[in-house]
């Protein structure tokens, strides 16, 4: 037996979890909310839902949008989506130890 | 903001967690899953399959039925259902201070 957990962050709706993250690490990657959603096997409308209701919950951008040029365009993060990147791994990252640890106490 | 969380044990499947918790309770105030279900606004038949998924995973029963009598039947708590009950209520209270924690840590 094992524990399972979700964890996500809320102000008056979901403003930031597994789901988020994981499409701005992809934009990292790729550069692009359509390559991002790709690799995810998301649709591009579901990933650009998901991030912006993120957005409007959390009450600040986390994407630009490079519109044209000779590159086509493009999606990059903002300062504040980086750092809420990192903010959430750092927090993600010490939830999953602390999980693992509370449940070999009680039921280890 | 505020963190949100589900936590819940596995085994193959899920074996425990919040929903079953509450039903068992109910249980445990009412002496029957019917009066339990109806508590909870849950159908008979959504709470006792619930449940049963539960002790498939777990691999013992949480419940045991007592038919018929004047009483007309009902349900109690097998000893290891109890068990389990405490173990997770211990377990659920320390993620929640320990999550609570973690979060103004990160992000407070």
């Given amino acids: 037996m094992k524990e399972v957990h979700k964890v996500w962050l809320d102000n008056k709706g979901a403003a930031f979890g597994e789901g988020p993250y994981k499409i701005l690490q992809q934009v990292e990657n790729t550069g692009s909310l359509h390559q991002a959603a790709k690799r995810l096997n998301m649709?591009?409308?579901?990933?650009?839902?998901?991030?912006?209701?993120?957005?409007?919950?959390?009450?600040f951008p986390l994407l630009e949008r490079k519109i044209g040029g000779a590159a086509g365009g493009g999606s990059q993060l903002t300062p504040r989506g980086r750092e809420m990147m990192a903010k959430y791994q750092n927090f993600r990252r010490e939830v999953d130890q602390s999980l693992k640890k509370i449940y070999r106490k009680h039921f280890g």
């Avoid at 409308?45 to 993120?54: E, F, H, I, P, T």
């Fill in 43 to 59: 649709s591009y409308s579901k990933a650009w839902l998901v991030l912006s209701r993120c957005e409007k919950n959390l009450g």
